[in-house]
């Protein structure tokens, strides 16, 4: 019963490094989110995707590209890391239409040095 | 501007105690409402929601919220806290203008047990 599943849980990167972060669900669920967590701001919309083969742009985009690989998996990636990116980053899954709950995974924390 | 507000950032209660996490949102018409629990170290876990209907939602680890419209508020409420609810509690809006899939979450309030 594994649910959103995330990897990898934590990571150091340089300045200037790369890295994607990835995100599967095993719920069959058309949507996927991409959030950051910052302390005292809760948690902000980076990407989201509504349905395979879309993506779209949420609160904080800048810095980061996403692909919707299929129904299962999302990821995210920083092509040029820096030190403002250091947070911790949540991957979240829902169904369509009238129950947007969403199901979260146990997030990837990442540092940028 | 659209937002969601948790007015307390930390709270301290006793075992036993009963709790009331204070959440207000601004929007236009009613969103959907959302309770999450986040332990450290963990992802966030839904408490409860409320969609339509009934104003006052149950949910799990016995916490319920009551929708009251004329005040935008969505309070999270347990009569008697346990040393294992010590976490952190977000409250989320899913706007209908985000077509209901988006989330807006609050700051958060972090709440600690004392025994």
């Known amino acids: 019963n594994a649910g959103v599943t995330q990897t990898p849980k934590f990571q150091v990167l340089k300045t200037g490094q790369s890295m994607t972060l990835q995100c599967a669900q095993d719920m069959n669920h058309n949507s996927m989110y991409w959030y950051r967590q910052d302390p005292g701001m809760g948690l902000r919309l980076i990407y989201y995707s509504a349905s395979e083969g879309t993506t779209d742009k949420g609160e904080v985009p800048n810095g980061y590209n996403v692909s919707r690989l299929n129904k299962r998996e999302f990821s995210l990636r920083l092509e040029s890391a820096a030190p403002s990116q250091t947070s911790v980053y949540f991957c979240?899954?829902?169904?369509?239409?009238?129950?947007?709950?969403?199901?979260f995974g146990d997030g990837t924390r990442l540092s940028i040095l | 501007a659209q937002s969601v507000t948790q007015p307390d950032i930390h709270i301290t209660v006793s075992e036993g105690a009963s709790l009331e996490l204070r959440c207000n949102y601004s929007y236009g018409a009613t969103p959907y409402l959302f309770w999450y629990v986040q332990s450290p170290g963990q992802g966030l876990q839904l408490l409860l929601k409320y969609f339509s209907g009934d104003t006052l939602v149950q949910g799990i680890k016995g916490f319920e919220a009551e929708f009251k419209r004329s005040q935008s508020s969505f309070n999270l409420r347990k009569p008697s806290v346990h040393w294992s609810d010590a976490a952190e509690y977000f409250c989320?809006?899913?706007?209908?203008?985000?077509?209901?899939?988006?989330?807006?979450f609050g700051a958060g309030t972090r709440l600690a047990v004392h025994p």
């Open positions: 989320a809006v899913a706007p209908f203008s985000g077509g209901y899939n988006k989330l807006i």
């Open positions: 979240a899954s829902s169904r369509e239409g009238t129950s947007p709950a969403q199901h």
